[in-house]
């Protein structure tokens, strides 16, 4: 099983990006797919998360109506527009994948990506 984060650099406050994750070796529909994040010095935080089927979608209040999670199963591809991004955004940002559902605790997922940086200028 292998998850793969790309997309992440560097943008000025105001701009966007869009990280994909590209996963291998399991059955990419069955799977929950979410992504974390983990800032210097701080805890690793849930972002976003979509159910299986894709109907549901999930996002921390900080990042609500900014970011956009989405799925194309067909390339076992996941992924997490950012608009109007922040310093504060500024973090690694980890691909997570799991059969059991979405979660917003990191240790509910059983497979994670090694994770993109991102970083936002003020």
């Known amino acids: 099983v292998r998850l793969v984060e790309s997309g992440g650099g560097l943008v000025q406050a105001g701009g966007s990006l869009k990280l994909s994750c590209t996963a291998s070796?399991?059955?990419?529909?069955?799977?929950?797919l979410g992504w974390f994040r983990q800032a210097p010095g701080k805890e690793r935080e849930f972002v976003s998360a979509?159910?299986?089927?894709?109907?549901?979608?999930y996002y921390t209040d900080s990042v609500k109506g900014r970011f956009t999670i989405s799925r194309d199963d067909a390339k076992n591809t996941v992924y997490l527009q950012m608009d109007r991004l922040k310093p504060e955004d500024t973090a690694v940002y980890f691909c997570?994948?799991?059969?059991?559902?979405?979660?917003?605790?990191?240790?509910?997922?059983?497979?994670w990506g090694q994770g993109t940086q991102v970083t936002v200028s003020s």
């Open positions: 997570v994948a799991d059969t059991r559902g979405w979660s917003e605790c990191s240790h509910k997922y059983e497979y």
């Open positions: 979509s159910s299986s089927t894709g109907r549901g979608l």
């Open positions: 070796g399991f059955t990419f529909s069955r799977y929950a």
